[in-house]
């Protein structure tokens, strides 16, 4: 598909660039050749108006000269005289097939192509003037401008190819990325699934053997609700980030007070972490606002007291802290004492599935937390970051306050 994608857009690319050169060149060519009979033209009618008059060598003149000569005629079309130096006119049959030519054509202007000349004629009563111009020098120009204009062209449309091939790379890198991350979203759901689902089918299946005892069918029932509440967890969670990806979410936003949701958010935790061996601390400033919304923030400091209750070491401490920072923004920090994570794990933190202890599945973590948690602060237009130093992992968000 990315091949493909990538083929479109050099194909559109080019076949834009063609017909803009091709558009550009016959303007080009166009007005040249337009250009170069204008000016032949001017020549022809001056010499026929002035047959007489004589150039000075050197002299600046705004019109071009060609190699031209004029012929006289009688009014029954018989020559009778002719000047010009550039040309032997000598051979009066040569002559008389010019005169024919040129009186038997329907226009005053015109082109004899198989003589390579331009005629003006001019009626007076009696006589005819024939002035005649070689053309010679202006379709070599424009032979000239063909071929250049042509090298031109393959040149460009060889660097346009070059050039949208690169960028077909760069412009399908998001599309590429996005489809990879599709096809690892998928690979990690259905593996994060296919562990409950063979608990469930085999406690299943061992319900309905025979000679099962009834404490064993309350065991075996109580791991089937257990994975499936955790399926439950995880579905929901996946649809979360589905909605979120798509852009569903139609969040009420509204003025929040996040001192209060936080100083409030923490109570539930207290006897959470006192069963775990750990000490919760906060540093809260009072009347910091945002605009949010109220649900999704309660839903950001859960993921991340959860986070910092599964990850800290045993009889750790945990420190929930708000702050204003400048005029118009507040940072929201969450740090606990844990095992330290290295640079990498830091970049991988807010992937899906990712889990620095692969182990924690089992206790209902599918690392999805922290990537909801992300899209939460960019939803709020925010910032969200993983520090680790000292023994003290950080999370802290960044937001915009009142």
């Given at each position: 598909m990315i091949r493909r994608l990538r083929v479109k857009f050099v194909v559109i690319n080019m076949t834009i660039v063609a017909l803009m050169l091709s558009a550009v060149f016959g303007l080009v060519y166009h007005f040249t050749r337009s250009d170069l009979e204008?000016?032949?033209?001017?020549?022809?009618?001056?010499?026929?108006?002035?047959?007489?008059?004589?150039?000075?060598?050197?002299?600046?003149s705004e019109q071009i000269r060609l190699p031209f000569f004029i012929l006289q005629l009688g009014p029954g079309g018989e020559l009778i005289a002719s000047?010009?130096?550039?040309?032997?006119?000598?051979?009066?049959?040569?002559?008389?097939?010019l005169i024919v030519k040129a009186l038997s054509a329907p226009k005053s202007i015109g082109v004899l192509k198989e003589y390579g000349l331009r005629y003006?004629?001019?009626?007076?009563?009696?006589?005819?003037?024939?002035?005649?111009?070689?053309?010679?020098?202006?379709?070599?120009?424009?032979?000239?401008?063909?071929?250049?204009?042509?090298?031109?062209?393959?040149?460009?449309?060889?660097v346009f190819l070059a050039v949208s091939i690169w960028l077909s790379g760069w412009a399908v890198r998001p599309v590429e990325e996005a489809w990879r991350?599709?096809?690892?979203?998928?690979?990690?759901?259905?593996?994060e699934l296919k562990t409950p689902l063979t608990v469930i089918m085999t406690n299943a299946e061992l319900l309905q053997s025979s000679g099962c005892e009834e404490e064993k069918r309350k065991q075996f029932s109580e791991g089937i609700l257990t994975m499936s509440r955790q399926m439950r967890g995880l579905i929901e969670q996946m649809l979360d980030l589905a909605r979120a990806d798509s852009g569903q979410t139609e969040e009420a936003f509204a003025t929040v007070d996040i001192s209060r949701l936080i100083a409030d958010g923490i109570l539930p935790f207290e006897p959470v972490y006192f069963e775990h061996g750990l000490s919760l601390f906060s540093e809260i400033e009072e009347e910091i606002r945002v605009w949010g919304s109220e649900e999704r923030l309660r839903q950001l400091l859960e993921i991340l007291l959860d986070n910092a209750c599964k990850y800290s070491v045993e009889n750790g401490r945990v420190w929930v802290k708000l702050k204003r920072q400048g005029?118009?923004?507040?940072?929201?920090?969450?740090?606990?004492?844990?095992?330290?994570?290295?640079?990498?794990?830091?970049?991988?933190?807010?992937?899906?599935?990712?889990?620095?202890?692969?182990?924690?599945?089992?206790?209902?973590?599918?690392?999805?937390?922290?990537?909801?948690?992300?899209?939460?602060v960019q939803l709020h237009k925010g910032k969200i970051k993983a520090e680790s130093r000292g023994g003290i992992n950080s999370f802290s968000v960044e937001l915009t306050c009142l």
């Open positions: 204008d000016k032949s033209i001017r020549m022809m009618e001056s010499i026929a108006r002035n047959p007489f008059q004589i150039g000075v060598p050197g002299e600046q000047s010009g130096g550039y040309y032997d006119l000598s051979d009066q049959e040569f002559l008389h097939d003006y004629r001019t009626n007076t009563h009696l006589t005819h003037s024939l002035v005649f111009a070689d053309i010679s020098s202006e379709t070599a120009a424009l032979r000239g401008l063909v071929r250049n204009c042509s090298l031109i062209a393959a040149v460009s449309f060889a991350q599709q096809r690892q979203f998928v690979a990690d759901a259905s593996h005029k118009s923004r507040c940072v929201l920090a969450v740090e606990n004492e844990g095992a330290p994570i290295s640079p990498e794990e830091l970049r991988q933190l807010f992937k899906r599935f990712y889990r620095a202890d692969s182990a924690r599945s089992a206790s209902g973590s599918y690392g999805l937390g922290l990537s909801i948690a992300e899209r939460i």
